[in-house]
């Protein structure tokens, strides 16, 4: 007979060699560098942190307003703005290496030289697990997702990054694209040690009494339970068209909806707009996921990763 | 300490049409360090709109857990909050930002500027004062008109003098706030103010011709309330620590900023 803490199911996830304690991670952008989340969330609870998209000099982003809410989302164009590489590896990093969880940092650029300078910077320092490369952030108007739309763009910037890169490289992909499994195949093309997607669907908000754009950018990117459904399509046939780990995101609320991505064929995935309706969210997923294995007796969360049937 | 509480409408009363009173007890929240001009998010219970309303204290009680909101109903959220009856909950986000420095600005003579929406934070930082004891304090409240009034008679309670502004010159001084307190001849030693940003920039040049400090307390779209997702920036003059790049968060840095170290 079995004790009770061997029945325990294995909540463990791989990707590219990294081992994560479970597999719910933090959408870019939606977390920070984890700092203000810490107060709600024991961050040690989670498989990995996703950082705010990091370029090498600091970006100014977007003029305001920069977020709507949407009925079940949100919309955002902020324009990636943040303190750039040296900020944060001197402020951020040392606060998440001593968090117990692993660090995954996004990676951004408005060229193919940007991103290079980026990871060379970022190589040096000490504490980051793997690197998730931004190439499809609809809010930026160079680079970012010129990148994720052009599947020989993408396997040429993937290839490059790949050939300088310290760590493992997850390609995020633009779900703004006629065919998500070739830009897949684009990025594994490429040397992708991992897929992650989606990122947001640009949309739009206009404020109708008047009669104007609601954000100052136009248009922004949209995120939260709105787009799920399409989310789970595209991590499917992701999953179908392409060997190495695809790691689920888009609207992610609740455990079974995470469930959801790993049957679809996500090997891990990211919460992203919930964290704003319930900082808790992240921890009580990775939770769910849990309960969810031991209601249904499989003893490893892997055993999940693409098995919807029928 | 930040966190998501829940919170029971004790009563709820309209002041003016479109602008709403609402009592809320919060058992399970901080309250240890509150401060005037913090807010709070208010998280809406239809489960199609999922970010929290961002809304200014206008009184709290830290000994009975309960604080008072003071909003006009903008949309669904809002609409909501207004509309649900005594015993029913809303989880809230707060005490988020700053909030006003009552220590700098105690022992002197405050002039407290309130537009429309703007005017029920400065109801709590009127009564702080008056705790606080020494110093002068004066309300310059704008409204529409005098059927738009709200909140006036109670900050009587708390300053030594309140002045009342109109855009239609129905009650009090026909104009902004700054005219009635250029008319009125006032002299603060330091000014604070929440309202449109016109305004605000109308406060930050009268305080710059007068040579003295004022604090703006900012509004902008936002989106988590706690720092994360930079939607909530207003360009500043300085760098500051956080960002890298002349963008101070609103809910964080702010809302309450030294007049001289933002640009609007």
């Known amino acids: ?310 | 300490m930040k966190s998501v509480f829940d919170a029971e409408i004790i009563g709820t009363e309209c002041l003016t049409p479109g602008i709403f009173s609402t009592w809320l007890s919060c058992p399970g929240a901080d309250f240890a360090e509150v401060k005037p001009g913090q807010f709070v998010g208010v998280f809406p219970n239809d489960p199609s709109a999922l970010l929290p309303r961002p809304i200014s204290l206008c009184e709290t009680d830290a000994e009975k857990k309960t604080v008072r909101l003071v909003y006009r109903t903008a949309g669904k959220g809002t609409a909501e909050l207004s509309g649900a009856l005594p015993g029913q909950s809303f989880r809230v986000l707060g005490f988020l930002g700053n909030g006003y420095r009552t220590d700098a600005l105690r022992g002197k003579h405050a002039v407290l500027f309130g537009g429309g929406i703007g005017i029920p934070p400065m109801l709590e930082l009127a009564k702080e004062l008056r705790k606080a004891g020494e110093g002068r304090i004066t309300a310059v409240l704008g409204y529409r008109g005098a059927e738009s009034l709200f909140l006036d008679e109670e900050f009587g309670k708390y300053c030594d003098e309140v002045i009342i502004s109109t855009d239609d010159g129905s009650t009090g001084i026909h104009g902004t706030v700054i005219d009635a307190a250029e008319l009125s001849e006032l002299r603060p030693d330091v000014v604070c103010a929440c309202g449109p940003m016109p305004m605000l920039r109308g406060i930050k040049a009268y305080a710059a011709r007068l040579g003295v400090q004022a604090f703006l307390s900012l509004e902008e779209r936002m989106a988590c309330g706690v720092g994360v997702c930079l939607g909530c920036v207003c360009r500043t003059a300085h760098k500051d620590a956080h960002s890298n790049v002349n963008n101070a968060r609103i809910c964080t840095e702010g809302p309450v900023f030294d007049a001289a170290e933002v640009e609007i």
């Open chain 1, 1 to 310: 007979m079995m004790t009770s803490d061997q029945s325990r199911p294995s909540l463990k996830v791989s990707i590219a060699g990294v081992v994560l304690k479970n597999p719910v991670m933090t959408a870019s952008g939606t977390f920070g560098s984890g700092m203000e989340y810490s107060e709600f969330t024991d961050l040690s609870r989670l498989g990995a942190v996703v950082t705010k998209g990091v370029s090498r000099e600091p970006w100014t982003g977007n003029p305001t307003p920069r977020v709507t809410e949407t009925a079940s989302g949100m919309l955002n164009a902020i324009g990636l703005q943040n303190p750039g590489a040296e900020v944060f590896i001197r402020r951020d990093l040392p606060f998440l290496r001593e968090q117990d969880t692993r660090v995954i940092v996004n990676v951004c650029g408005h060229s193919e030289e940007e991103y290079l300078e980026a990871v060379r910077f970022l190589n040096d320092a000490e504490g980051i697990d793997l690197y998730e490369i931004n190439v499809s952030c609809p809010n930026v108007k160079e680079g970012g997702i010129a990148f994720g739309q052009d599947p020989e763009k993408l396997c040429r910037i993937t290839d490059r990054i790949r050939q300088i890169s310290a760590h493992p490289i997850i390609m995020k992909l633009s779900p703004n694209v006629t065919d998500i499994a070739e830009m897949a195949r684009a990025a594994e093309a490429g040397g992708a040690d991992a897929v992650s997607l989606i990122n947001t669907l640009t949309g739009m908000q206009i404020d109708v009494e008047r009669r104007r754009f609601v954000l100052a950018n136009r248009t922004g990117g949209l995120s939260g339970p709105a787009i799920k459904p399409v989310a789970v399509r595209m991590v499917y046939q992701a999953a179908q068209a392409v060997s190495v780990p695809v790691i689920g995101m888009g609207g992610i609320a609740t455990a079974a909806d995470a469930v959801e991505f790993m049957l679809a064929g996500a090997s891990a995935v990211a919460v992203g707009m919930m964290n704003f309706h319930n900082p808790h969210v992240t921890a009580e997923i990775a939770e769910g996921i849990e309960n969810y294995l031991v209601r249904h007796g499989i003893a490893d969360v892997n055993e999940l990763v693409g098995a919807v049937t029928g």
